[in-house]
């Protein structure tokens, strides 16, 4: 399975379980996306409430580039960022296969 690595940069609501947090990446160009998802989806780590941490977001691979990868998050878990972007193309070191 592919995750892109992030950072969990904020809690956004922790009134129930699970907590959901607000995380981050660069793509390869170097614009910041944002995402608020729960925090079991993004890290297999308890939950401390300590900011920023590093997280991951689940991903397939749709094309390998020279530098980069082209990579959709909505599989596995239908994830989109707050601008409601799917796709993106992201730095082969932002890449891990688990």
Avoid: R
């Amino acid at each position: 399975m592919f995750y892109i690595k992030a950072k969990a940069t904020k809690l956004i609501d922790d009134s129930g379980y699970p907590e959901f947090v607000l995380c981050e990446f660069n793509d390869y160009k170097g614009k910041k996306h944002e995402f608020i998802e729960k925090w079991p989806v993004v890290s297999n780590e308890e939950f401390t409430n300590q900011f920023p941490t590093n997280c991951i977001i689940g991903c397939i691979v749709l094309k390998e580039n020279i530098e980069s990868y082209m990579v959709s998050t909505l599989e596995p878990w239908d994830i989109e960022s707050q601008e409601g972007l799917c796709e993106f193309e992201i730095s082969k070191n932002l890449l891990i296969n688990m």
